[in-house]
């Protein structure tokens, strides 16, 4: 069975992401349900997933974000193909 959606990443996001994994290899499998999500409802039109639209982002620069625990991952959905642009993990004063 394939996927409604084809995910695909940046050069960007690549590097964010590396980087992120050498410092905590929890995101691994973070990645993994995100890649999940993605593939199947990336509009999050079931609302089951922790996905906001961002309000006042243009098109190309992640209009979408996920929350999964600190890791923050924003993409973009063109047609039927999704761009993770961005894996960041949130500071941890965040909300303090």
Known sequence: ????????TTAHFDRDFRKLTRQRGELVGAFERVLTMLQTDPFNRTRVHPV???E???????QYRIRIGRFRFRYDVEGQIVYLKFCSLRREDTYR
């Open 1 to 8: 069975m394939t996927s409604p959606f084809t995910v695909y």
């Open 52 to 54: 906001r639209k961002l």
């Open 56 to 62: 006042g982002v243009p098109s190309g620069e992640g």
